[in-house]
């Protein structure tokens, strides 16, 4: 616990104005853990001389082998400021890009952030996004600009240079958030005026917004860094120094007479110290001046490394370190790596834990000043308005605001992780360094069991009755108390020694990393566990009044209850464990695991709603699958892949259809150490992993218009498509399947009670980018109109109406053109899964149907008309739709960009489908058995079953009889509906998706052609490439193919000899432009690729990888003409 006791640090937790949430963010390797260990070591936890090297708070084995962070941690000092005492308690989080969704659980839990940058890499692209999520967390942020030693030494600039050099770096950052706020404005703005539009109902047609309005009116002076507000350090976390101006200000006020407040505003900035006139003058760069920043604090820190670093200057080090008026020790001053004299002398003069922790508690927000709008949006979930809430749940609001400890105060906990503790670092179990106390009294033990065994000796054998001191089963109970209240007695202490360390397997604990928002939690209290789809309102219904979670039997759906069992106080790599925790601070929970899996919100209030999800930035797109070592250690396996699954934020575990185990992660180094986590922790079993699955999407491209060698496309090709057409249609037995020339696939069920017909059209490239953007959106929209049809209508925010209607208006300018006409009105689905990035359309001519769109309001007149019925079996047709775009037929991935029109759909749908089937079954039956020996053969099993296991035949089935082979007719019509949009789509020139990643990477001239030459094996693409301003580093960014990306950072790092290291982010899907099927059809072709076409297809390649994974059919011929190529071989 270092030199602050538990105590201490339990009495600061009830001062919620002196306590401070706060995480480090920044892109990876910038120093966040380097910071921290500076922070850390200035409350004695580890010692300053190991500060920066430690790295304490990564605590993982692979943490400090690779040298980064993978997980957040939270670490409580305690900071005295002035005459006041502060609490700060620390999450240091990770910057790479795998792990990026450790920093949202660590954002979600904090009031405010300190933001790192490197002062040579500046702002990189994690940067950004650590900003953005901060912003959208509403937390505020303050500026660390670390790193300032590499400008010394490595890029050797002078001062002068270094100055502009950190104004560039605090314009880059200020960029950021200028975007970002200015994003937000606007949109307020249209808020705000869609609301008075409302109120005044005036909806004229040429009201004119003026979009850089309110712009000016908002101050937005505070958002952004700037040394003299104070929200800025600089500082070399590794030399141990740090600095705001304020500390120079109020040196050199003194020492220059000069009133601080003058010097505060000019000491950064374009002012020079005019000597003669002995005043601050401004237009320090265009007279040619040094800047004060310049003469008064940079040159200071120059001649200081320049004296003890470069020149080694001893006699100067001396005058420096007596002026100053600092000790420093003779061994530090003797020693050879003039880096530890460096920090000695930097770390007593500047020491950078005083300027960060000055700085936090000045700048950031206690947990007393949340903002009541971070309020309404951590409580209104998913579309709903905070004013639509029941009141009761409105007036936890204040709860919040109040952050009130009293007893009566409604405890409201969030919990953000689950992480996993090995039982043995628990307080209960760990063997704590003894205290002066204890060892006095071990010694005093001992010494008096030797006299008392002399004494024994001496007296003789018999009487031995005395009662020894190790009666362990009285001292049993004591192992649960609270470490630091525990004036444990020796026999305790004996006790743990000789307790066996591992009597049994000891299994994985988890804690829950959590912050009270309201209320104290007590040990041992009862809460309701609200899931993420839990709704006040309905609980409040269903609840008596003063219901409590401590006679919780109900069954409100998504709530439970839960006992917290023990509650501890996270310290970095331990824990102590705490009696009680009040509102404001940052926790562990035990005792959860049955109840939480990853995230959720906890409250003694049933009209507490949950939290609004965590913004992850990943997606979660390698996946592997995996199976142990041994098969009969499956169980072992699935139970640790649970537990890894409610360990980790981003990862996901699940089981696909062909019955693998997957596991899914945000990239290679975040796969590596969820694998090292199951075999060494969750599952202790071998297991080995396949090669990574990559996914594909599945979609149509227009007709080429040339040909493989670049000629073009003559009629001849047409011909051919046509010509395979026919004989496909004539081969699969053809009266209920029909094909025409232009691509509309008609099919009729077997029992002729349907027809459809389907044609399939590549959506615009922006159309797919628009649905694939807004799937939140869409799902929203799907489930608004679930609940109309189902008669009920739901509160919608605004926010959420207004997304709905612009991606209406966007989608109408999108799909322009006469092919298009009227085509958003006509949307009849999305899929697959209802929100994908796939279109069903309604072309039936005079079948008019409810519009997607008819939540906005506009519709009304349409669904009021009589034709705007729902036809019975309009279901079937989507989900026939949904099963279609769920796996595609190259090679059963999904679709993507692929619009399926509806051009015709007859059925016979007067009498009740049950009715009709018996009617109508003696006449057709034979009929029927035929086609279903044809049609078994054209159907895949899975099809088959995928179409049997709707639900509702799932209960006629049982009725039908056994001449009924069909099931009834909605399911006919699922099957036809799939198979009618399979065709359709095969008869289009089909093209595989690949996943793509952007991938960002910084390298130096010398090694740029290698970090070429490694992308361009791999099929990258350089798109950008610039040179970073004042350094020789390259910023490259490019795309990579993700099934092209496995040990692609492993292949740069070696190659250039860790100069440069890219970070991966999946960022799009892109078309392979080469088609699976292509053969040669001209001659040009055939001169070009020969007869068999092999050379390397990319497209086909992957293709038949997936083919082959998924155990499907794979048409490869292995060896043609097996004598020629003997004869070859005897030739050579
Ligand atoms: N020259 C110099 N190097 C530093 C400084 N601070 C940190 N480093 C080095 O930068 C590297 C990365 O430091 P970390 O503290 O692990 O960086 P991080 O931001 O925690 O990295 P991740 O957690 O992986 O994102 C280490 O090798 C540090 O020694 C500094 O002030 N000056
Ligand atoms: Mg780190």
Redo the contacts with the bound molecule.
Sequence with gaps: MGHTSLDKIIALQRNPANIRNLC?L????????????CLVASNGIISSRLA??L?YL?SRED?QV?????KSSAISLHHRNGDQEFLINLI?????VD?SSEVSTAVRLCDGSIV?V??VEGVCP?TQVVLRQAWLENIRPVLVI?????LI??LKLTSQEAYIHLQKILEQVNAVTGTLFTSKVLEERAEKQKDEDKDSEVLSGDQVYDWSAGLEEVDDSHLYFSPDQGNVVF?????GWGFSVQQFVSIYSQRMGIRAEVLLKTLWGDFYLNTKAKKIMKGAQAKGKKPLFVQLVLDNIWSLYDAVVMRRDKEKVEKVVTSLGLKVMARDMRHSDPKVLLSAICSQWLPVSQAVLMMVCEKLPSPLDMAAERVEKLMSVGARRFDSLPHQTQELKTAFLQCSSEENAPVIVFVSKMFAVDPKALPQYRQRPLTQDEIAQRRELARQRHADRMAAEQTGAENNKEPTHSTHSENLPQDGQPAGLSTAKMENLTLKDSKPADEEEPKEVFIAFARVYSGVVKKGQRVFVLGPKYDPTHGLSMLPEGYSASDCVSDVPHLSCCTMESLFLLMGRELEELEEVPAGNVLGIGGLEEYVLKSATLSTAPACPPFTPLNFEATPIVRVAIEPKHPSEMPKLVRGMRLLNQADPCAEVLIQETGEHVLVTAGEVHLQRCLDDLRDRFAKIEISASKPIIPFRETVVRPPKVDMVNEELGKQQKVAIIHQVKEETSQSRSDTLHMDSSGVVTITTPKRLATVSVRAIPLPQEVTHLLESNSEVIRTLEQVNMSLREGKSLDISLRTMEAIAGLRTKLQSLLQGRKWRNAVERIWAFGPRRYGPNILLNSVEGYQRPSVWQCLGQGDEASETPAAVLRDFDNSIVSGFQLATLSGPLCEEPLMGVCFSVERWDIQSSAPPQHQDSLEEDSISHEAIADNGAEGSSETPAQAERTAAGPSQAARRTEATSADCYGPVSGQLIAAMKEACRRAFQSQPQRLMAAMYTCDIMATAEVLGRVYGVLGKREGRVIQEEMKEGTDMFIIRAVLPVAESFGFADEIRKRTSGLASPQLVFSHWEVISSDPYWVPTTEEEYLHFGEKADSANQALKYMNAVRRRKGLYVEEKIVEHAEKQRTLGKNK
């Design positions: 480090i920044a892109h990876v390797d910038h120093g966040k853990t380097t910071l921290a260990d920066g090297k790295r990564d943490e690779r040298g980064i962070t993978m240091d989080s990770p910057g790479h792990f790192v490197d002062a994690q670390n790193k300032i030693d590499r030494m490595e500082a070399s976390a590794i030399d």
